[in-house]
């Protein structure tokens, strides 16, 4: 995953697709203190980190400022970089003083994170088995009324009029009502309840790999 402007040389030499966005945008009340800034990625679990910059802007002295090791930490369950709480850095300084460089109405504009970075499962079942049970749930509650179809039969009864003018038809089965309605019912309530508190933890998005 690429957001951003990130060198080539950077980027991991192998055969796995590369997905590019634009990087996220400089917040610059995300530090607060000595508190550690979280900044949300789009695409998770991350799994390794290559890179990680801010763009300054083409008249700022660099005009990118890449974040060595030590001053981010990944928050892997939270699909997020945790970014260190360092204005009392010369980098961070001067980062602090390009912001007050673009208040005051010069060029020196923060023109986004660069960041470059795996994500993935190599075995969701055994790294996410709650998300592997939602995925199966999911196939099962989309399979059952097929399912029930070829049991009962996909017509219940038909009828036609004298004249054959006219015709009714039932069936048996229906996408909410069949045979296994009560258990596709309980797979749908958990079903529901997973997604809205595994996304509002870990974000919108994930692979699979």
Do not use: C
């Not at 928050?75 to 997020?80: E, F, P």
């Amino acid at each position: 995953m690429v957001l951003g402007q990130v060198p080539e040389s950077r980027l991991p030499q192998d055969d796995l697709p590369v997905l590019r966005e634009e990087g996220p945008d400089y917040e610059p009340d995300a530090w607060h203190g000595d508190r550690w800034a979280l900044m949300k990625l789009p695409y998770g679990p991350i799994r390794e980190v290559h890179y990680v910059a801010l763009g300054l802007g083409a008249n700022a002295t660099p005009a990118v400022l890449e974040f060595p090791r030590e001053w981010w930490q990944v928050a892997r369950r939270r699909y997020a970089l945790r970014l260190f709480p360092g204005w009392t850095s010369v980098q961070m300084v001067q980062l602090a003083g390009v912001w007050t460089g673009v208040v005051a109405g010069n060029r020196r504009i923060p023109h986004g994170w660069r960041i470059a970075y795996d994500a993935g499962f190599q075995d969701v079942a055994e790294e996410e088995p709650d998300l592997a049970w939602a995925v199966a749930a999911r196939a099962v509650i989309l399979l059952l009324p097929t399912l029930a179809m070829l049991q009962e039969g996909a017509l219940g009864s038909e009828s036609v009029s004298v004249d054959g003018l006219s015709q009714s038809r039932s069936y048996p089965v229906s996408a909410t009502s069949h045979r296994y309605s009560p258990y596709q019912t309980a797979l749908e309530r958990g079903l529901e309840g997973f997604l809205r508190t595994y996304f509002s933890i870990k974000g919108p998005r994930f692979f699979s790999a």
